[in-house]
């Protein structure tokens, strides 16, 4: 089983990537946790992509290539896995072939985790979070709403909104990750590798249409 998920922000695709793992025995690679890492062991990748990962930014398509290409061809090389956030960009994909087949990795699917631009503003701008940073509890004032409006039910403070879950920074993401995505997606269609799965339902029902798209 090699799997890429696909999906923007606010789909549920980190809780479907941690179920796959548990169901499957896969090991998870994002690149995310892959940088930071090397940021912790101060490698020279590390020292590279720090300053990108501190303003924010998008690591640019050769860097994270070479990440990805590096682990693949190591010792610690995974067979079977649920890649989460890579490839990200249609020419990040085109690497990603060219590793895969080298080293004789097929896919078995590409998962994307369908869910509307509305849907996903309407999921996260109404989350409202604990200002204590010891609590961090979230709530959300339609499917989660506190007890007492605008009050952690956990500790009592505050509860505020975060930055990333404003409404003009989730459509920027949005924007973004359709600018990228799209064309991924349009690459996977034409070798048959995409499953579109109804990411509105809830985890569990998300979960067992993945796995009956899997044929599993
Ligand atoms: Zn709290």
Known sequence: MRLVLVGPPGSGKGTQAERLVKHFGLTAIGTGAMFR??????????????????????????????????????????????????????????????????EHLPLTAVIDLDIAD???????????????????????????????????????TPLIVRDDDLEETIRRRLGEFHKNTDALLDHYRKLNLVRDIDATQTPDVIFANILKALGQ
Not at 51 to 56: F, L, R, S, T, V
Not at 126 to 142: E, K, L, T, V
């Open 37 to 102: 890492d090397a940021i912790g062991r101060d490698t020279a990748m590390g020292r590279q992509v720090k300053p990108m990962m501190d303003q924010g930014l998008l690591v640019p398509d050769p860097i994270v290539n070479d990440v990805v290409a590096e682990l693949f061809r190591s010792a610690v090389k995974p067979e079977r896995f649920v890649l989460d956030g890579y490839p990200r960009t249609y020419s990040q994909a085109i690497a990603f072939d060219a590793l895969r087949t080298q």
């Open 118 to 156: 509305e849907e996903v503003v309407r999921r996260i701008s109404g989350r409202r979070c604990c200002s204590n940073p010891a609590c961090g509890a979230c709530f959300h004032s339609a499917a989660r709403p506190p007890k007492a409006p605008g009050t952690c039910d956990l500790c009592g």
